[in-house]
Structures are given as C-alpha cells and as structure tokens.
C-alpha cells in the first residue's frame, strides 16, 4: 500500500500533450485519515487551471488490484482524482494534429490529480485494491456525441502497464477497440459564424474557407431571437462569431422594437449560450456607442455615450457580451463590404458624372471587411487576452467628402466634382427619421497592434478596391 503524502503545494506540471496536465494536490491529514479540496474553483483557476465549468462528478469504483477501464477519448473535458487507492493511468493524444498518438503514463493517488482536455484518450488500471477515484466532466453524457477508442494493447502506442493486460479484469468490448492506424482522429471544436450572408459574413466565409471546422449560419438557419437551447450540440462549439446585426442607424429611431431585438435580445441568446457552454463569443461593435465629441483617437476603455437609438442598441449588447467569461468585442467603423456601400455609389456618381454633395464635418476611417475577418481571425488563433479591441483601417483620418474625394481620383474623375457640405446641411430635406451621428469616429489601434496585427492602411485597401 502506498503512503499518500501530505502537504504539497498545488502545482501543475505540463505533460507531453497539450493541454494534459499533472496535478499536485494539498492534502492534509492526521492519525484519524486525510482531507482535500478535489475542485476549489478560484483556488485552481488561479493556480493556472482552465476554468472548464463541470457540470457532473462521476465516480468509478475497483474492487480488484488489475481492474483496467479501456482508452476512451470523450468529446468533453474531465478532471481525474482519486479518492483511495491508487491508479496507472495511460492517456494518448486522439486530437488531429502534430500530436496525434503521444502518450503519456503517470500513476496518481489522493495527492496527484489530472485534466484531460476533450480527445484526449484516457484509460486507468488500479494498482491497489478497493480503489475509487472521481471525475468531474463539463458536459452530460449523450447519445449523439462523437467517441474514440484505442486498443489497449497498440503496437504504436506501446503503453508499458505494470499489470500485463493478459493478468487484469477488462472487458471484451475494450480490447476489441482499433489499433491506432484505424483511429479517426478527433476534429478541433467547430466555429459558428451567424449572420453569415450579411457583408461581414461573407467576408468570414472567405476568410475561413476550406475549413472544415468552421460553420456558417444566415437568419435562415437560425433565428437569433428565438430560444437557442437545442439548436446545436453547444458542446461541439469552441467560438461564435457574431456577424448578425441591425444596421438600419436611421429606422432605428422610429424602429426601436427591431432595433433593440436584432442587436440586445439575439446577442442576449447568444451570449447566454456561450456562457452555458464554455464557447468564445466574438462581437462586432460600432464607433456608434460614442458621441463623438472627442478630439483625440477613442481607446476601448472610453465610457460609452450613445447619440441614438442605434448606438444605444450597440452599448447595451456590449454590456451584455462583457459579461461572457470568453469574449472579445471587435469595434470599428465606417465598414466597407460586399453589396451597396458608400464607396459604390461615389464609384457609380462618378462613372455618371455626377457631381455630389458630401458630408465633411464627420471624421474617420473606412474599414473594410476583410480586415475585420481577418483581425478577428487573429484574435482567435493567437489566443489574444480576452475583452474589447478596436479594429478599423489604418492611416490618417479623413471626412466622407474626402473619402468620395478620393474615389473619384482613383475611379479617374475630378476629386473637385466633390463638394463638402456640414451633417445639418446634407440631411435638412431629410423626409424621413435621421439619426444623429457622431462627428468623429477615429478609434485608437494601439491595442490590437500589440498582439501582433497591423491594420491596413484603408488608402491602400480603397486602392485595391478600385484598381
């Protein structure tokens, strides 16, 4: 019988395989037994445990020294300790990727605990009689959920068991598994893009085209303002990224029923299904959520002070999404894509020669949107610090007359066809509702730039556009 001991510190140490990793644990006993905290949520997670949100604690019970449980890769995350006793435990890589097959054996007692990330196979032989130890899962067992299995007894894997497996009590069902030249390997968490034919989403499908792991949703598919419970296996999800919005600014003003349900009641739904699920949500703000009135670039820490009823929908669905524990709020403006869109109709006008008139009393950047899939493209695969990142085109500031200015120029007409006229101006013969609109729009870009991204200068992105 070994001696647990007692008293160590909670540490983790990283094993062979991403994300696998070795447990100590602080135990405290005396002449009468011994006492320890299996999960302690802030102490773990403080200690550097991925806060994985259990929902089940299992307990397997051995009676026999040899009992040996088959390897078995489950679509969720678990947290292994024994409660007495002692265990080998074997655990092999099933995940797709450069670490496909390694493995990795230690043996745990009251002291040492493991987390085993989703695919990773695990599989356990008890070493001292009347063992039991517990799992903590973060996710209900299901009929539909995806399994793999590996053969015991793998040539490839080659697992030294201090028991040979000819000697211990196993079933026939675990040592009929494949061999792991047959395993399937386990695919990444999926991607949910919704909102996937509106500008920003089909700038996403071509970001993330070809891959497998990413699906793409439209209103169709999903109806972002209805109970989303069962719509997926949630489980199966690793990130959403939301491309759906309300982006009517002026009917908004008259429209506030589907202004606040397009953009707080479907961001509600889907920020309450990350949160349930442990998924990253990506959300796409608006410059709009600020009056304007500054005279320097906004940061993301500004206090939001929207104008309308379109901004206020975008501050109150931030509030909503900062809450989600996994999360980044992409901020920008001024968002150029597929379909009708400023720079169109100056490239129409100008083909037409028509020579307009253009507001040029509200100031900053176009962003177009195959920046902002790729930017939140790169905060997704580096694993950024969560929270909000502004993200609009690079480059000096500009007024929407110098902007029509400029497309005129490279569409190979007169920029002075343009003539600059105040906001009041342009919509004093208005008809129908305006909303008001921030006179300057520039968002800082030092945060985002610190992880690694540089925004494209939107001269050079309007360029490519029109060459």
Do not use: C
């Not at 259990?54 to 040899?66: E, K, L, R, T």
Request: hydrophobic letters at 40%; charged letters at 20%.
């Amino acid at each position: 019988m070994s001696v647990t001991e007692f008293a160590k510190a909670l540490t983790p140490t990283e094993t062979g395989i991403p994300g696998l990793v070795i447990w100590d644990l602080p135990v405290h006993g005396d002449s009468r037994g011994w006492f320890k905290e299996n999960w302690q949520r802030a102490k773990m997670t403080a200690a550097g445990l991925d806060d994985f949100g259990p929902v089940q604690n299992n307990i397997s019970f051995n009676d026999a020294v040899g009992t040996t449980r088959g390897i078995h890769a489950e679509p969720w995350d678990k947290w292994v300790s024994v409660a007495t006793g002692r265990i080998f435990g074997a655990w092999v890589d099933l995940r797709e990727g450069p670490t496909f097959g390694a493995v990795f054996t230690a043996e745990l007692d009251p002291s040492r605990a493991i987390f085993v990330p989703r695919g990773v196979g695990n599989s356990y032989q008890t070493l001292e009689p009347d063992t039991a130890y517990t799992y903590l899962v973060n996710d209900h067992w299901s009929s539909d959920a995806s399994y793999s299995f590996l053969n015991l007894a793998d040539e490839t894997a080659a697992i030294d068991w201090p028991i040979p497996l000819a000697d211990v009590e196993i079933s026939a069902k675990d040592l009929a598994h494949p061999r792991l030249a047959d395993v399937v390997p386990i695919p990444p968490k999926k991607t949910l893009v919704v909102g996937a034919n509106g500008q920003l989403g089909l700038a996403l499908r071509a970001a993330f085209d070809g891959d497998p792991s990413v699906e793409f949703a439209g209103r169709a598919e999903l109806d972002l303002t209805s109970d989303l419970s069962d719509a997926r296996r949630w489980r199966d999800f690793g990130t959403i990224i939301n491309a759906a919005a309300y982006t009517a600014v002026d009917a908004a003003e008259t429209d506030r029923a589907g202004a606040w349900a397009g953009n707080v009641t479907a961001v509600s739904q889907l920020a309450r299904i990350a949160s349930d699920n442990g998924i990253t949500l990506v959300h796409v703000s608006s410059d709009y959520v600020f009056d304007g009135t500054a005279d320097a670039a906004y940061p993301e820490d500004e206090p939001v002070a929207p104008l309308g009823v379109y901004g206020q929908t975008k501050a109150a669905a931030d509030a909503v999404v900062s809450a989600v524990p996994r999360h980044y709020i992409v901020r920008t403006s001024w968002v150029i894509g597929e379909g009708k869109n400023f720079v169109r109709t100056m490239a129409s006008l100008a083909e037409r020669g028509v020579a307009p008139s253009v507001v040029d009393d509200q100031i900053g950047r176009l962003t177009f949107t195959d920046e902002i899939a790729r930017g939140i493209r790169h905060l997704l695969e580096s694993e950024a610090e969560f929270g909000t990142y502004n993200l609009t085109g690079a480059g000096s500031p500009a007024s929407w007359a110098e902007i029509a200015g400029e497309v005129y120029e490279l569409s190979g007409h007169d920029r002075g066809q343009v003539t600059g006229v105040s906001t009041d101006t342009y919509f004093a013969s208005a008809t129908g509702p305006v909303a008001p609109r921030p006179r300057w729009s520039v968002l800082d870009l030092a945060k985002i730039e610190a992880t690694g991204f540089a925004p494209r200068d939107w001269r050079e992105s309007l360029r490519d556009l029109l060459g």
